[in-house]
C-alpha cells in the first residue's frame, strides 16, 4: 500500500514548486527549513508532509530529465 496524502498537502507543494523551483533540492532537511520560511504553519507533520512530497516531486523531475537525456 502507497503513501496517502492529502489533497492540501499536494496542491501547497506544487504551488511552492512552481513559485520557487530554484529553491528545492533532493534533500529532505534542506527543503523542510525552506517551507518552513514560505509559509506559516502551526503543525510540524504538515510541514514535514509538505516538504517531503516536495523532495519526491523533484526527484522524479530528475528522472524524468535523466530518461529524457539518454
Not at 500500500?1 to 514548486?17: D, E, F, I, N, Q
Amino acid at each position: 500500500m502507497g503513501k496517502v496524502r492529502t489533497t492540501l498537502v499536494k496542491r501547497t507543494a506544487r504551488k511552492l514548486l512552481a513559485e520557487y523551483r530554484d529553491l528545492f533540492t533532493r534533500d529532505f532537511e534542506h527543503n523542510k527549513k525552506v517551507v518552513s520560511e514560505l509559509i506559516e504553519y502551526r503543525s510540524k507533520k504538515l510541514r514535514n508532509q509538505i516538504a517531503g512530497y516536495i523532495t519526491h516531486l523533484v526527484k522524479i523531475e530528475e528522472r524524468k530529465k535523466k530518461e529524457e537525456q539518454q
